[in-house]
């Protein structure tokens, strides 16, 4: 009876491992295969079977990727963009998820749903108007208008996992602060900062990255002043294989860095949401 209870209890654990590295391969193994070929010679990656490694490893696609026109520009572009979509979330986002976590006010509820049924308009829809009304106010081609579209993109699931970061803070550990003279400043930064900061990191790391992977209103958006995915996207059809691998690896290879970075954060949101 014993065996029996211990191999009811070890098959779901068996098929949720299973499921998850079903999923592991399915993200990893393209991913894999496009650093392979990123790093491979030319004759390489026209061969066939395919190698395993890059054998011999070499950066010359990405060299080659990275002087081509108009490339350099346009990830400055990229970086200038994320990075002002970062600060603009962040900025706007934490204090509204703050205040929902915290504060009861009339219409909260329909805020919330408000939030989320941005998410209903995809960018395909918006982009054209958006396009048309940056013209009207003079933010033609510009990156600004960019960062303001992908803010606008990014603002709901920033405000929202916020608010669900700032909630899992026990009242009691702000309302004894304030007991012992602390403003809701230095409550905020001394209690609730610390507590939050896996979380937080989290829905930075998320806003970044939509940013950065983002294609299609960037390349409505601007022509002289694209992003990287853009310039990406409007060259695919004019370079061979090697420059679409490097090009690819490139586009993914800030978010692998910043997962590196932020995964110890990741890990105690996790941890801390399964408990």
């Not at 520009?73 to 002002?84: D, F, G, P, Q, R």
């Not at 970061?165 to 004894?176: H, I, K, S, T």
Request: glycine letters at 6%.
């Amino acid at each position: 009876m014993k065996n029996m209870a211990a191999g009811i209890v070890r098959r779901p654990r068996y098929g949720t491992a299973l499921i998850a590295a079903v999923l592991a391969l399915w993200v990893l193994v393209p991913i894999y295969f496009l650093a392979v070929n990123a790093f491979s010679t030319e004759e390489k990656i026209y061969s066939y079977p395919r190698p395993l490694l890059p054998r011999p490893a070499t950066t010359a696609t990405l060299e080659q990727f990275l002087t081509t026109t108009g490339i350099t520009h346009s990830l400055w572009n990229s970086v200038k963009v994320a990075s002002i979509v970062l600060v603009l979330s962040s900025a706007l986002g934490f204090p509204a998820g703050f205040a929902i976590a915290n504060y009861v006010f009339k219409g909260k509820s329909a805020y919330r749903m408000a939030i989320i049924s941005t998410r209903a308009f995809p960018p395909v829809i918006l982009a054209v108007p958006l396009a048309y009304a940056f013209i009207q106010v003079g933010l033609p081609d510009s990156l600004i208008a960019v960062a303001l579209v992908h803010t606008a993109i990014a603002m709901p699931f920033t405000v929202l996992v916020s608010s669900s970061v700032f909630a899992g803070v026990p009242r009691d550990l702000q309302e004894a602060a304030g007991v012992f003279g602390a403003s809701p400043a230095r409550t905020f930064v001394k209690v609730v900062a610390p507590l939050t900061l896996p979380g937080l990191a989290a829905a930075m790391l998320f806003t970044f990255v939509t940013s950065w992977n983002e294609v299609f209103v960037a390349t409505i958006l601007t022509l002289s002043n694209r992003t990287l995915p853009a310039q990406v996207f409007v060259l695919l059809d004019q370079s061979p294989p090697p420059i679409k691998f490097a090009g690819g690896f490139l586009l993914l290879a800030p978010s692998l860095v910043f997962m590196l970075f932020i995964r110890k954060y990741l890990f105690r949101l996790f941890g801390s949401t399964l408990k």
